[in-house]
């Protein structure tokens, strides 16, 4: 069991790391990394429920599990709000684990994500997420401010699930849940930014200051065209080009690993 003050813990360890003025990185294709996000200023935010990971934010994971004397303090807090004739139901529901995992699906479609990593060098990165390393790498520093559109917390990647305790309030749990994924996609080092969304739709664009925009990173299989006609579209469009470094990965000829080389210094 997962108990609320361990819970407590990690969520205030998490906003605090969320202070640190550190580059958080984007990777996607080209044509996204260049007109929806450089050149329009929007970022995607998805439903968990559509990402690649079929155990990400699984309602059936979450495993909150309240004792029986939790239930019924539970339904005598809301029982002089129901009619005496739906009482029954109600208390069948709050005993039945399935409405519990509905009503956790419901919360969490209430939310959506979009993806950032620590790290712009991860080669597994760029090969699922940057067009197999012809796509784009783009580099953000966010700060404060930023807070009233989406909150920036990083994943924890955990070996078992554990159940949650019960009596921890339900923005803790679901915040929890949104942020922790299995071990195995810990080589990603991901940091999401979480928002509260007003459509049902699985997918929203949200506006953002292209200010926060700090780096651009293309990777190391793009065509040189490509790349001259996605440098020439920037250098006339984006107002803050000069305050931003524009850089290639090359791949290491002496590891197995990328490098990046430098195109142009900030002004």
């Not at 990402?51 to 309602?59: I, M, R």
């Not at 699930?161 to 849940?177: C, E, F, S, T």
């Not at 953002?208 to 293309?218: M, N, Q």
């Amino acid at each position: 069991m997962l108990e609320k003050s361990e819970l407590e813990e990690i969520i205030n360890n998490d906003f605090g790391k969320n202070i640190s003025n550190k580059t958080l990185y984007k990777y996607t294709s080209l044509e996204v990394g260049i007109e929806n996000i450089l050149l329009n200023g929007t970022l995607k935010f998805s439903h968990p429920s559509i990402f690649n990971d079929p155990f990400d934010c699984n309602e059936k994971l979450l495993k909150i599990r309240l004792t029986k004397e939790e239930k019924r303090e539970l339904f005598n807090s809301i029982k002089p709000k129901i009619p005496s004739d739906f009482r029954r139901t109600v208390w069948d529901q709050i005993n039945d684990q399935n409405k519990y995992e509905e009503y956790n699906k419901i919360n969490r479609d209430r939310f959506k994500i979009s993806c950032f990593s620590e790290v712009s060098d991860e080669i597994l990165m760029w090969s699922h997420y940057a067009e197999k390393h012809s796509g784009i790498c783009i580099g953000f520093k966010f700060n404060a401010n930023i807070l009233n559109q989406f909150v920036l917390a990083p994943v924890k990647y955990i070996s078992e699930l554990k159940p949650l305790d019960g009596n921890a309030p339900l923005n803790r749990v679901i915040y929890y849940w949104l942020t922790t994924k299995s071990e195995r996609w810990e080589y990603e080092k991901e940091v999401r930014a979480i928002a509260k969304t007003k459509n049902n739709e699985n997918a929203e664009l949200i506006k953002f200051d292209l200010a926060y925009v700090s780096e651009i990173i293309f990777g190391c299989n793009i065509s040189q065209s490509s790349l001259e006609l996605a440098i020439n579209r920037l250098e006339k469009s984006m107002m803050n080009y000069n305050l931003i470094s524009i850089k290639k990965m090359e791949i290491d000829d002496k590891t197995f690993s990328l490098k990046e080389n430098l195109i142009k210094p900030l002004a």
